[in-house]
């Protein structure tokens, strides 16, 4: 049973351009959240996708979107580096369900994408 | 608003009992998890709390207080491969994880 795996694993970007980051979620989930991790900090929540759709969006400038794919799979996009964009991306798959019922479903976190802008 | 607070490192010493801490003010909540996070790599899952009351499982305990917004994690027998940073993590009840800072724990011989 394949866990949650990110590519690429590291990547160096300069100021101004363009990133995409992939993620495919573990067997049987549906939704998948991305979080931006800063060194000695905790994961903070940019958004989460579920049926193709974004659910719910953290405090992220509009420079940072996303897309789900039909089999779950997801991307970040981020515009216009900055240096502060400079982290660890990290990707969670969970089994999430209409909104009613979310909260209690345990995400799993996929190895990351580190991601240095120059 | 929401809030965590936990302490940033804590250091024991191998064999012992460590507990983290945690306090939150979170709105919409409905549990609380504690990820595991070793340096370079993913968060894991380690244990949820949804209700008041003691979680045990194996070596790890995690409790939680919804009236007074505080959940902690027990760590008993300590080994050196638990040097970790440990995530105190409100879920709401839309889904979405709020992760405090981490706490920063170092394993002794």
């Known amino acids: 049973d394949a866990g949650v795996t990110q590519s690429p694993t590291h990547l160096i970007k300069t100021r101004g351009q363009q990133v995409t980051l992939r993620c495919s979620p573990k067997?049987?989930?549906?939704?998948v959240s991305w979080y931006q991790q800063a060194l000695g900090q905790g994961p903070q929540f940019i958004f989460q996708?579920?049926?193709?759709?974004?659910?719910q969006r953290g405090n992220f400038p509009d420079r940072f979107s996303g897309h789900q794919f039909p089999n779950y799979s997801s991307e970040l996009n981020v515009n216009a580096l900055l240096l502060g964009d400079s982290a660890l991306y990290l990707c969670?798959?969970?089994?999430?369900?209409?909104?009613?019922?979310?909260?209690?479903?345990?995400?799993?976190f996929g190895p990351g994408t580190r991601l240095l802008v120059l | 608003g929401q809030n965590i607070d936990q302490p940033t490192e804590m250091t024991a010493t191998e064999g012992a009992i460590v507990q983290i801490n945690c306090t939150y003010q979170t709105s919409g909540f409905n549990g609380l998890f504690w990820y595991q996070q070793h340096a370079g790599e993913a968060p894991t899952f380690l244990s949820y709390n949804v209700l008041d009351g003691l979680e045990e499982k194996g070596r790890f305990s995690s409790f939680l207080s919804r009236s007074k917004g505080y959940s902690y994690l027990l760590l008993k027998e300590l080994q050196m491969k638990d040097s970790a940073s440990y995530l105190c993590?409100?879920?709401?009840?839309?889904?979405?994880?709020?992760f405090g800072q981490g706490t920063t724990l170092q394993v002794k011989p």
């Open positions: 969670a798959s969970s089994l999430f369900g209409p909104l009613e019922t979310s909260g209690n479903e345990t995400q799993y």
């Open positions: 067997s049987g989930h549906d939704t």
């Open positions: 996708y579920y049926e193709e759709e974004e659910r």
């Open positions: 993590a409100p879920s709401s009840n839309t889904g979405k994880l709020i």
